[in-house]
């Protein structure tokens, strides 16, 4: 029979012990736990959900999505996310809220755009079929991007 004994000092025993209980709170308080969507929100399930959203914020488009894109949202706004969060957050959408979680993105063509009469598209994000941001924009030179919600201007 083989016995094998070790002598942890007390203190170096208490100091890894607070340090590993220190790290399991700071993970605790900084991960990001699950948003769930408000009480009202409005849940976009299929295309003709989105397409009918689309149609109530005033915007035209053709029946199916030009693009639809998924990606993992990074677990802090940075660069170029900030820039974009600027545009929603006038409009009621903030990105925040949604960070590392994955967002899907849908491309839809716009047909009714005041200022041109083709290459306009509309982005629609949505976050587990929750609208959480959008965007119309030309492409390409001269083009721009606004925000998804506002009354179309009247020619």
């Known amino acids: 029979m083989f016995i094998w004994t070790a002598k942890f000092p007390a203190l170096k025993t208490l100091i ?4 590993a209980a220190m790290a399991a709170l700071a993970f605790l308080i900084l991960r990001v736990p699950p948003v769930a969507p408000e009480e009202n929100a409005r849940v976009l399930e299929s295309n003709a959900d989105r397409v009918g959203y689309l149609r109530e914020l005033g915007w ?3 029946e199916e999505p030009v693009e639809t894109y ?4 990074p677990e802090t706004l940075t660069e170029p996310y900030l820039s974009y969060n600027a545009l929603q957050l006038p409009q009621g959408f903030d990105l925040g809220p ?5 967002v899907s993105r849908y491309t839809y063509a716009v047909t009714n755009h005041p200022d041109r009469d083709r290459g306009v598209q509309a982005n629609l994000y949505l976050c587990d079929g929750v609208p959480v ?23």
């Open 98 to 102: 949604y960070c590392g979680r994955n």
């Open 133 to 155: 941001a959008g965007d119309i924009f030309c492409p390409g030179a001269n083009g721009f991007q606004e925000a998804l919600v506002q009354a179309p201007r009247q020619n």
């Open 16 to 19: 890894v012990l607070l340090a």
């Open 70 to 73: 998924e990606f993992l949202l």
């Open 60 to 62: 035209e488009v053709e």
